[in-house]
Every structure is written in C-alpha cells, then in structure tokens.
C-alpha cells in the first residue's frame, strides 16, 4: 500500500513538474511570497515608525505614483505578448519607441496630478517627492520589450528572480533610510532607483536590440489593439485608487492612513498568489498547442480557475481567520485599538473574486475579445463608483463592504461571459 501511495505521490510530483503552468505559477508565487516576507519587514517598521496621518500622506504619494504607472505596464507589452512570430519583429521596433513617447507623457501627467494632489489636499510637500518618482517612466522604456519578449517565451523563473532582486534592494535601501531619520523620503528614493534592476536584469536575459534597419509596422495596429487595454488600465487606475482619493478628501489624512494600513495588511499573501496567477496565466493561454487554439485556451481557462478557487480561496480565508491574532502581534496594539482588525478582513475576501476577475480578464485578451473585457470592465468601475459614493458618508467598514460586494457581482459578470465566449465556435472567437 506504502507503495502505491508512494508511486501516486510520485506521479503527481511528475505531473505538477511537466505542466508549465503551474510551474511559472509555482516560480512567480515563491518569488512574491518572498518579495512579500522582505516587504513585511518595510509594513511592521514603517507601521511602528509612523503615525496614521504620516500613512495618510504616504498613501497619498504612492497612489499619485501608482495611477500614472498603471498606464506604462500593460498597454503596449500585452501585445507583444498575443502578437504572431511573423509580425514580431516589426511590432518591436515601433513598439520601443512608442514607449519612450509614452514614457515622456506620463512624467509630465505625474508632475500635473503631483500638483493635483499637493492643491486639493492642502499638502505642499507632497508635489517633489511625486514629482521624483515621475523619473522611473523614463527608465521603464530601456527594458520594456525584453521584459515582453521574456514573459512571450515563459521566462518565468527570470521574472520571479529580478521580482526578488528588486525587492530586496527597495526594502534594504527603505530600512537603511528610515535609521537614516528621513522620514517619509526614506520611502520614496529606493523606489526611484528600483527600476534600474528590473530594467538590466530583462536586457541582460534577451537578446533583442533596436535595429534602425529593420522595419516597422504601422503605430496606429498597436494603438488600436492597446486602446481599449489602455481604457482598461484606465478603469483599474479608478477601481485601485478612488477609494484612498474619496477616504482622504471626505475623511481625512488620519482615517486615510488607517484604511491604507488596513489594505496593505488585508490583501497581503492573497495578493501574492493572485499576481503570481495573473502573470502567469496569459502567456498559458497564449501558448496553447493545438489545431484549435481557441478551444485549447477555452479548456486552459477552466482548468486555471478552478485552481485559484482552490489556492487563492483557501488562502483568503485562512489570512482573514488569522486576522485577530497577527495585527496587534505583528504590526503593534495601537492598530488593533484603531478598529483595523474588520476592515483587514472583510478587505482580505475581496482578493477571491477579483483575482476571478483578472484571471478571467486575461481569458478575454488571449481569444482576442478586447471589446467584451473592455465591456466587464465598464460595468465593474460603474458598480464601483457608485457604491463607493454611497458608501463614503457611513465610514470606512461600509467603504470595505462596498468593495468586497462590487467584486463578488464583477465576478459572476466576467465568469458568466467568459462561460459564453469559451462555448462559442473557434472561427467566431478568433474574429
């Protein structure tokens, strides 16, 4: 019997082992789990170090940060990533230089929104450091394309090593800072520098170089594949930062803090699996092997989210369950005393149903239905919106409540579509 069992356990080793998949999933969990333990260290110190009202205006320089950075990511590596190999080299060469067009735009919108910012929220000091910050968009364009082409051939592992690399180096250099006494700046300049890793360690690992001989392609195909992932991002700017926006002009910079906190905490090592999962999943569907691509991809998406209703599911309520007891251990007394305990897990389940939705997102982009996802989007920030304004006037657990049942009905929404999109014929599909 020990025999059997062991030969069972043997076979499935070998099974997890030769599923790629699960193996990038498996390389991309480790690297963030890791990145995560080190950014641990950055959440206690800086939880111990700085009052709500210093979170509050930390939230508030990362969130200007975040919402310009969010369009540099996706809207023309994506696709890079889904285009075909007789297309590839062309789509290159345009598409590195319109990053640097698009680099150069978004350190200006990162100087107008840091002005933004500093005016409504009557914070001055606030418009240098998320003007510096503005700096890392001229450095993303030297690695975007091998960062691409990397993820495009699966280079997972290389992926999670720079992901660890340039982690370690942001939370030693933050650590060093803050013993330093620089206050919040201890924060913003590691981040500046970051980049620089991630951008040597893809360069390094491809081979592809700016050839001025080879020909490109015609911009506008890109744009117009992108533009709807660009009113996506867009979308997910307005999803990821209209909450901290709305807590800290209604509520203040100290309820500000105390949600930013409880976000951080809540969707921690749920989060790690969900990107893990999302970054792996589209070059999965995108290199399915078959006669019938479409069908292929439509049977790699099921099986995909079956398996983060398992992982994530199952780590979402284990994280909310331990809630009470890491909090005031962890992170201090004063944090439990706040009333962050409840927003950390009602926040903590909202990471299931929005990793079903990114997830499913991603489905839409491999069968080339941007204009569907586009569609799920709109109605999710909608939702969004509206529950988020309705919920403002009663206080920060009615805003986290909010959150959690937006994503539940985005969800069904997505999964009810994708259903739909993966039963139809290949040739309707791929049109």
């Known amino acids: 019997m020990g025999r059997i069992n062991f030969q069972t356990l043997n076979h499935l080793a070998g099974s997890f082992r030769a599923n790629a998949f699960f193996r990038n999933v498996g390389w991309l969990t480790g690297s963030m789990l890791l990145s995560r333990v080190f950014r641990l260290a950055i959440t206690v110190v800086v939880a111990r170090t700085f009052s709500t009202v210093d979170y509050g205006q930390i939230a508030l320089i990362f969130t200007a940060h975040e919402i310009i950075t969010l369009f540099m990511q996706r ?7 889904q285009a075909p190999l007789e297309a590839l080299a062309a789509l290159c060469k345009t598409t590195y230089s319109l990053n640097w067009l698009l680099g150069l735009g978004l350190l200006l919108a990162q100087w107008v929104t840091g002005f933004i910012i500093a005016t409504v929220y009557d914070a001055p000091d606030l418009w240098l450091p998320i003007a510096l910050l503005g700096l890392c968009h001229l450095l993303m364009p030297i690695g975007m394309v091998h960062a691409a082409l990397n993820v495009r051939q699966s280079k997972l592992k290389l992926v999670a090593k ?43 690992q491809c081979p592809w170089r700016f050839d001025r001989q080879q020909p490109g392609t015609d911009w506008r195909s890109i744009l117009r594949y992108s533009g709807n992932l660009l009113v996506v991002d867009g979308m997910q ?16 910079l100290e309820a500000l803090g105390l949600y930013f906190f409880a976000f951080n905490a809540g969707l921690g090592i749920a989060t790690t699996f969900a990107n893990a999962i999302n970054s792996a999943f589209l070059p999965h569907l995108c290199n399915a092997d078959s006669h019938d691509a479409a069908s292929a991809r439509a049977g790699r998406y099921r099986n995909g ?24 251990l962890v992170f201090g007394e004063k944090w439990e ?37 586009l569609q799920c989007h709109l109605k999710l920030t909608v939702l969004l919106v509206i529950g988020l304004i309705l919920a403002v006037p009663f206080g920060l657990t009615a805003i986290a409540l909010s959150i959690l049942v937006t994503y539940t009905l985005g969800a069904l929404l997505m999964l009810l579509t994708c259903r739909r999109v993966s039963q139809l014929p290949a040739t309707i599909v791929m049109a």
């Open 75 to 81: 809207c023309t590596q994506v696709k890079l990533v």
């Open 162 to 204: 720079i992901e660890v690399s340039q982690t370690f180096f942001e939370v030693v250099g933050v650590l060093l800072l803050i013993a330093s006494g620089l206050g919040i700046w201890a924060l913003v300049i590691p981040k500046l520098f970051a980049p620089l890793i991630w951008v040597f360690g893809h360069r390094s």
């Open 237 to 252: 700017v307005i999803r990821q930062n209209l909450d901290y926006l709305l807590v800290g002009h209604f509520l203040g």
């Open 305 to 328: 989210i079956r398996m983060i209703g398992i992982v994530v599911g199952g780590t979402v309520v284990a994280q909310a369950a331990a809630a009470p007891f890491y909090v005031p």
């Open 337 to 373: 005393a706040a009333g962050s305990i409840p927003l950390i897990v009602i926040l903590c389940l909202t990471a299931l149903p929005k990793t079903m939705f990114e997830s499913s997102s991603q489905f839409l982009r491999a069968v080339d239905q941007p204009k569907l996802d």
